[in-house]
T-cell receptor
Framework: EAGVTQFPSHSVIEKGQTVTLRCDPI?????LYWYRRVMGKEIKFLLH????????ESGMPNNRFLAERTGGTYSTLKVQPAELEDSGVYFC??????????????FGPGTRLLVL | GESVGLHLPTLSVQEGDNSIINCAYS??????FIWYKQESGKGPQFIID?????DKRQGQRVTVLLNKTVKHLSLQIAATQPGDSAVYFC?????????????FGEGTQLTVNP
């Protein structure tokens, strides 16, 4: 069974440009999460989808970040316009969604974003 | 070898020794705790979890201990191997108010010397 996949693995862009990150969760997983780790700091929650609906977006830093999960399958996270402080590793995770809130979250390999 | 306190990010041990990685969590009401292992270039990999109604749980070569009195979580790795070298993160969840959101610690870099 394939795990969580993310694309691209790396992205280098200039300040002011737009970048779109993609996450494909494990097949059949209703829950999809975005987290990010800024250099040297802890992994922080961004948002949580249940199927195509945003369940919790309390971690989204500002309105330059837009996450979508049309159809409840893969998700995209767009940063527009990118700023220097957006550099970091963006992780996606998924969980099954049948056992309540305390389910194992399986993480993808991350997208390493560098904004110059 | 043992890491002490949340603010010591590195632990170096000899192959075959036991390792203890410590984590002080923030919310006394958290009811679910997880340890993840992250190898270079990869995402966090689930190791073991524990719920707040337990104080110990064992897996294969790993044991998690939970001390709710002092809000302390530890991961013990028996007979540490070079393949155990990675960054280890503890994470907590408070389902009542945080839903499924995980709050991560800063991580501890474990290096296993042959």
């Amino acid at each position: 069974e394939a795990g969580v996949t993310q694309f691209p693995s790396h992205s280098v862009i200039e300040k002011g440009q737009t970048v779109t990150l993609r996450c494909d969760p494990i097949s059949g997983h209703d829950n999809l999460y975005w987290y990010r780790r800024v250099m040297g700091k802890e992994i922080k929650f961004l948002l949580h989808f249940v199927k195509e609906s945003k369940q919790d977006e309390s971690g989204m830093p500002n309105n330059r970040f837009l996450a979508e999960r049309t159809g409840g399958t893969y998700s995209t996270l767009k940063v527009q316009p990118a700023e220097l402080e957006d550099s970091g590793v963006y992780f996606c995770a998924s969980s099954l969604g049948t056992s309540g809130t305390q389910e194992t979250q399986y993480f993808g390999p991350g997208t390493r974003l560098l904004v110059l | 070898g043992e890491s002490v306190g949340l603010h010591l990010p590195t632990l170096s041990v000899q192959e075959g020794d036991n390792s203890i990685i410590n984590c002080a969590y923030s919310n006394s009401a958290s009811d679910y705790f997880i340890w993840y292992k992250q190898e270079s270039g990869k995402g966090p990999q689930f190791i073991i979890d524990i719920r707040s109604n337990m104080d110990k749980r064992q897996g294969q070569r790993v044991t998690v201990l939970l001390n709710k009195t002092v809000k302390h979580l530890s991961l013990q790795i028996a007979a540490t191997q070079p393949g155990d070298s990675a960054v280890y993160f503890c994470a907590e969840n408070l389902s009542e108010t945080s839903g499924s959101r995980l709050t991560f610690g800063e991580g501890t870099q474990l290096t296993v010397n042959p």
